[in-house]
């Protein structure tokens, strides 16, 4: 059982806007910033949102990140093929530990 | 560029114990903290370990705590992960990451994979 929860799948069709939640508590998302990651099938995970809204250099524009209280999303815009993968957030936990997300599948239709 | 790049995993009995390392270039690694993060087969990420810069804080997972010591070696740019009494539910790819500065890690290594089987 994640620490943090998402959903476990989210899709759209190319060009559109897709959002997905990250929920936590106050010991977690509540007092900690935000990173999100996208993890291709095969691969490592990459930093996409770093700091609840920011974007690491090379990071497209169409990610975008926001948090509110013990809450957080990850916005993709323009959605691309190439934009189906695994989605996770993660923060630090104020009882000493990092948490994840359990993931979220993103499937392009 | 920065570079995380793990080894030492492989197939282990149950009740065996493993040490995995990672080594980092492109940057100056006693100045970042670090992370080992695992994936079970088909599963999501789990946190596992973390060691300060200095090596003087060390933090870990409450599903682990007592079997996993986390150690760095800042003259050879490595970190290790000694994982002891391995378990069947230990089977995952275990990655190395940098830590952004108490936010969660930036960069991540490629993973190494260890089995846990008889």
């Known amino acids: 059982q994640s620490v943090l929860s998402q959903p476990p799948s989210a899709s759209g069709s190319p060009g559109q806007r897709v959002t997905i939640s990250c929920s936590g508590s106050?010991?977690?998302?509540?007092?900690?910033?935000v990173s999100w990651y996208q993890q291709l099938p095969g691969t490592a995970p990459k930093l996409l949102i770093y700091n609840n809204d920011l974007r690491p250099s090379g990071v497209s524009a169409r990610f975008s990140g926001s948090k509110s209280g013990a809450s957080a999303s990850l916005a993709i815009s323009g959605l691309q093929s190439d934009d189906e993968a695994d989605y996770y957030c993660?923060?630090?936990?104020?009882?000493?530990?990092?948490?994840f997300g359990g993931g979220t599948k993103l499937t392009v239709l | 560029q920065v570079q995380l790049v793990e080894s030492g995993g492989g197939v282990v009995q149950p009740g065996r114990s493993l040490r995995l390392s990672c080594v980092a270039s492109g940057f100056t690694f006693s100045s970042y903290a670090m992370h080992w993060v695992r994936q079970a087969p088909g599963k999501g990420l789990e946190w596992v370990a973390y060691?300060?810069?200095?090596?003087?804080?060390?933090y870990y997972a409450d599903s682990v705590r007592g079997r996993l010591t986390i150690s760095r070696d800042d003259s050879k740019n490595t970190v290790h992960l000694q994982v002891t009494t391995l378990k069947h539910e230990d089977t995952a790819v275990y990655y190395c990451?940098?830590?952004?500065?108490?936010?969660?890690?930036?960069?991540w290594g490629q993973g190494t994979l260890v089995t846990v089987s008889s």
């Open positions: 993660a923060a630090w936990d104020d009882r000493l530990k990092m948490a």
């Open positions: 060691i300060s810069f200095d090596g003087t804080r060390k």
């Open positions: 106050s010991s977690n998302v509540g007092s900690n910033t």
């Open positions: 990451a940098r830590d952004l500065g108490w936010e969660p890690p930036d960069y």
